[in-house]
């Protein structure tokens, strides 16, 4: 193997789990929290009252998967497309209602968690995660066992970062300095 394929195959195994763990976490969260997404779903005004049911529990049923596909290594191709194209269906949802006006309403990326209301940056974010997503997919031959386990490890561990730094406190100049704006 050469050096360009084992980088490769690490930045694939890192997208892999950086994705794989968002979709998991998303997927879980909405077969938990089903009335809250049921409800997010609905406020998209998008898809037939009747369908509602079944749409939302079929997207956390698929998130699971598409994420236990990209953590596992089994089935990377497959994963990373349907991450892809979930992450455009998304930004198209989001698409729609911001033209419509309606950014007061809740991105529904993670029910229960405080989550995000709706903008042309989150549609735009969205859009670009379907890039790692597809790495995956397009990188060749799958990594070495141990490539994947690090780089599905690292990428965990970004997200958590990700996590992280998305609930801490802003913390302007004037507030480090004790100061009010």
Same mark, same amino acid.
């Given at each position: 193997?050469?050096? $360009? ?22 997927? !879980? *969260? ?9 409800? %997010? ?7 037939? =009252?009747? *369908?509602?049911? =079944? ?5 956390? &049923? %698929? ?6 596909? #990209? ?6 191709? !497959? ?11 998304? $930004?198209? =949802?989001?698409?729609?209602? !911001? ?10 990326? %993670?029910?229960? /968690? ?7 940056? #989150? ?14 997919? &397009?990188?060749?031959? $799958?990594?070495?066992?141990?490539? /994947? ?7 965990? =561990?970004?997200? &958590?970062?990700? /996590? ?18």
């Amino acid at each position: 193997m050469n050096a $360009a394929s084992l980088v490769m195959g690490g930045v694939s195994a890192l997208c892999a789990g950086g994705v794989g763990i968002m979709f998991l976490v998303a997927g !879980v *969260s909405k077969l938990r929290e089903h009335d809250l997404f049921l409800g %997010t779903l609905s406020s998209y005004r998008l898809l037939p =009252a009747w *369908s509602l049911e =079944a749409v939302a529990w079929g997207l956390g &049923v %698929t998130e699971v998967l598409v994420g236990l596909m #990209l953590l596992s290594g089994v089935g990377l191709g !497959v994963g990373g497309v349907v991450a892809a194209g979930l992450m455009v269906v998304f $930004a198209l =949802a989001m698409g729609i209602n !911001v033209m419509r006006g309606r950014t007061d309403l809740s991105c529904g990326c %993670t029910p229960g /968690q405080k989550g995000e209301t709706l903008s042309w940056s #989150l549609v735009l974010r969205t859009l670009v995660c379907g890039v790692p997503a597809l790495l995956p997919a &397009v990188a060749g031959a $799958a990594p070495s066992v141990s490539v /994947q386990l690090e780089g599905v490890a690292c990428g965990v =561990a970004l997200w &958590v970062l990700w /996590q992280a730094l998305r609930v801490l406190p802003d913390m302007s100049l004037s507030d480090a300095t004790g100061e009010r704006a």
